[in-house]
T-cell receptor, first 112, second 115 residues
Framework: TQLLEQSPQFLSIQEGENLTVYCNSS?????LQWYRQEPGEGPVLLVT?????EVKKLKRLTFQFGDARKDSSLHITAAQTGDTGLYLC????????????FGAGTQVVVTP | NAGVTQTPKFQVLKTGQSMTLQCAQD?????MSWYRQDPGMGLRLIHY???????DQGEVPNGYNVSRSTTEDFPLRLLSAAPSQTSVYFC??????????????FGPGTRLTVL
């Protein structure tokens, strides 16, 4: 069983600050996805990374996949209150046909 | 397109009762799945289907049954509800099996409480 550990569990920052959340595993993943979930709703995909060392940018969000494809990070620059939410990483292991595993998530709260 | 719809939104059951959580998608997606979300544990895969007539178990399948008679619908059945099944249940769909890069589209969830 490949486990995805996310850290920190909770993060509270003020608008304008930067933040980074992490997703780590001892196993290799063929791809990794980041989702954001708002209260009372289902998760919504932000990005998928598939190549070791890959960096993707989505406006103020920067996603990185580790060289060994065992870890990933999400960095938010100049956070806004609209960035508040639960950030989940999900990985597809090379031998887990049809199944994605999710981390427990990082709850991010951005205050004005 | 309505996307992925789930009914009911909220449900309270007594221990031992049975019920079916409904999930439908109008995107002609082949892959559908059910997850449960519990505090501090993320989403855990219950069952999934790669097409009509084909289902398989996920990480936590005990106490749940599924069937996939059509591409659009993927109901989740609780045979005899237990308090441990109190959770928020999400249905998701994807254009095809979760190969690299395929996005899962999630429904709004069903919040189930078993007393």
């Amino acid at each position: 069983t490949q486990l995805l550990e996310q850290s920190p569990q909770f993060l509270s920052i003020q608008e304008g600050e930067n933040l980074t959340v992490y997703c780590n595993s001892s196993s290799v993943f063929s791809s990794l996805q980041w989702y954001r979930q708002e209260p009372g709703e289902g998760p919504v995909l932000l990005v998928t990374v598939v190549t070791g060392g890959e960096v993707k940018k989505l406006k103020r969000l920067t996603f990185q996949f580790g060289d060994a494809r065992k870890d990933s990070s999400l960095h938010i620059t100049a956070a806004q209150t609209g960035d508040t939410g639960l950030y989940l990483c999900a990985g597809g292991a090379p031998d887990s046909w049809g199944k994605f595993q999710f981390g427990a998530g990082t709850q991010v709260v951005v205050t004005p | 397109n309505a996307g992925v719809t789930q009914t009911p939104k909220f449900q309270v059951l007594k221990t031992g009762q049975s019920m079916t959580l409904q999930c439908a998608q109008d995107m002609n997606h082949e892959y559908m799945s059910w997850y449960r979300q519990d505090p501090g544990m993320g989403l855990r895969l219950i069952h999934y289907s790669v097409g009509a007539g084909i289902t398989d178990q996920g990480e936590v399948p005990n106490g749940y049954n599924v069937s996939r008679s059509t591409t659009e619908d993927f109901p989740l059945r609780l045979l005899s509800a237990a308090p441990s099944q109190t959770s928020v249940y999400f249905c998701a769909s994807s254009p095809e099996i979760l190969a690299d890069g395929n996005e899962q589209f999630f429904g709004p969830g069903t919040r189930l409480t078993v007393l």
